[in-house]
Every structure is written in C-alpha cells, then in structure tokens.
C-alpha cells in the first residue's frame, strides 16, 4: 500500500480545475483509496487486483471492479488513473492495457516511480515490480503520446495522456 505522496498536489489541482465533479472516473490500483480520500468531491469506480485491498475500499467507490485492469472492458471514462500501476506489470501487457485506456478516456494519468526495484509486500503477489528499469526516457520509449504532468524528480513522475 505504499504510494508516493511527491506531485499529488499538482495533480489533484490539475483535476479540479480540468475535470468536471460529474465526470466518470476510474481509479486504477486504488488500494487503499489514496485518489478518492484526495478527491472526495467526485465519484469514482476503482479497479483493485488484490481482494483484501478491495475489501477495504468498498464504500469509498460507486464500483469496484475486481481483477487485473487488463481484463477489464469498459465504454468510457472521462478521467482514468493509473497511480503506481504499469511498473507492476510486463512492458507488452502495460502497453495493450494503456492503448485500451486511451481508446475509452478522455484522459489519462499514469504515475510511475524510476528505477525501483521492490518484491512482494503485505503478502500481495501483484507488489512485485516487473518493471524495475523506468526512468523518464525508457517510459517515453515505452508509452509514447504522454506530456509531464507534475515535473519529474529523481524518482517520480506523473504523466498525462489526452485522447
């Protein structure tokens, strides 16, 4: 359940002054909640992979889907976040799972720490990050299209994508 806290500000103020409050947005990785406890004012549907993570949020979101966000299909959503979400998940899955994203959203946020290597944690498989190597060049090699959103740090970066 770890989460950087580095650029959130920007990117909830970059929310609220671009999204409007009946928008439809999903929360990808939600976790624990960290996007909709920072943005209760709008109402968000979540896709967690880690039941006992879904377990906790489950009156925070109007739905939360279960499962790997790869599988999951959807119409539309205004916004989409992906907070700390590619880096666990292989390049050509993250890849197929982002074009989809930008296919049904009108806009993206992707937050992404850089070279970091981390293992299971809290007795969750999905903790794993199979994508230790992201720097700021290797994620614009890898998932082109995208803008810096909250400028980048040593190890951080969000991203945003308008499709």
């Not at 799972?97 to 299971?120: C, D, N, R």
């Not at 980048?152 to 499709?163: A, G, Q």
Request: glycine share 6%; hydrophobic share 35%.
């Amino acid at each position: 359940m770890a989460s950087y806290d580095y650029g959130k500000d920007t990117v909830c103020n970059w929310i609220r002054q671009n999204i409007p409050k009946d928008a439809t947005i999903l929360d990808v990785g939600a976790c624990d909640g960290k996007w909709k406890h920072l943005l209760p004012e709008y109402d968000m549907d979540a896709c967690e992979i880690f039941q006992p993570n879904a377990d906790i949020i489950e009156d925070l979101y109007s739905y939360i889907f279960v499962g790997d966000i790869h599988d999951y299909r959807y119409d539309h959503y205004d916004l989409v976040i992906f907070g700390d979400v590619i880096e666990h998940m292989e390049v050509d899955r993250a890849q197929e799972t982002l074009e989809y994203a930008k296919a049904h959203s009108s806009y993206m946020i992707v937050g992404v720490p850089f070279e970091y290597q981390q293992g299971e944690l809290y007795g969750n498989k999905y903790e794993v990050h199979l994508q230790p190597d992201l720097t700021f060049d290797i994620f614009n090699q890898r998932y082109p299209g995208f803008c810096v959103l909250a400028h980048p740090v040593k190890d951080y970066c969000y991203f945003l994508n308008m499709t």
